[in-house]
């Protein structure tokens, strides 16, 4: 199972493509609502051939290595959902568990979405093709603040991953590929605080969105 991908919502759509692409990332594919109707304004188009037209974007992709990042237009900025690239044995156990937990489940042909009590979705891929044979950058790492309304050990029984950690205020949980942590928040918005890369160099920055990421090259 390998933690590919992020989704945000942001009222600023054309900063975050601009901070991404800065950062190496390429994109892949733009979908937009224009004139009440959904168009694609992928590359080789750019901002300038469609500033004058008013898009409202419902999802740009971009990529780097084995990272997918996803964003679209929103009022603010809001965490979305994270993405898992799962096998047919992986997916069926996910699926189950999902069932017993009563969690929400929407399948589709292309991926399927879980909704989570903590307001953030967690996808599922069975798409090889998805997710490029290039190594770097690939996630390790991810952590989410939120409330702990529920206990976030739930997300460890349904994805089948071991607990590592667990306290008030922390619970941390993964498998060989990738490390989930969640972090305890008062405030009621979930939030990607942070996403940390296997990368061909060190570095920490954050994006548009305050997301910070952090660059390992082990």
């Not at 992020?6 to 975050?16: A, G, L, V």
Request: aromatic share 12%; proline share 3%; with cysteine.
């Amino acid at each position: 199972m390998q933690l590919f991908h992020y989704h945000w919502w942001t009222d600023r759509p054309e900063e975050m493509e601009r901070f991404y692409r800065q950062s190496g990332f390429r994109t892949t594919l733009r979908v937009g609502r224009y004139n009440g109707e959904m168009h694609t304004f992928n590359p080789p188009l750019n901002w300038e051939d469609f500033r004058d037209k008013d898009i409202r974007f419902r999802i740009i992709e971009m990529v780097k290595g084995q990272t997918n990042l996803t964003f679209g237009h929103g009022k603010k900025d809001m965490f979305d959902h994270i993405g898992f690239l799962v096998t047919d044995t992986e997916y069926s156990g996910i699926i189950e568990r999902a069932g017993k937990l009563q969690w929400k489940v929407d399948e589709g042909e292309r991926r399927t979405f879980i909704s989570t009590p903590w307001k953030f979705r967690i996808e599922l891929q069975k798409r090889r093709e998805v997710v490029s044979e290039e190594k770097h950058p690939s996630i390790q790492a991810m952590e989410i603040h939120m409330n702990f309304r529920e206990d976030p050990a739930l997300v460890s029984r349904l994805l089948g991953f071991e607990l590592t950690e667990q306290t008030n205020g922390k619970v941390t949980m993964g498998n060989e590929e990738c490390t989930l942590i969640f972090c305890s928040s008062e405030k009621k918005e979930t939030r990607l605080h942070s996403v940390t890369f296997l990368a061909d160099h060190n570095f920490t920055m954050a994006d548009t969105v305050h997301t910070k990421l952090i660059g390992r090259t082990q």
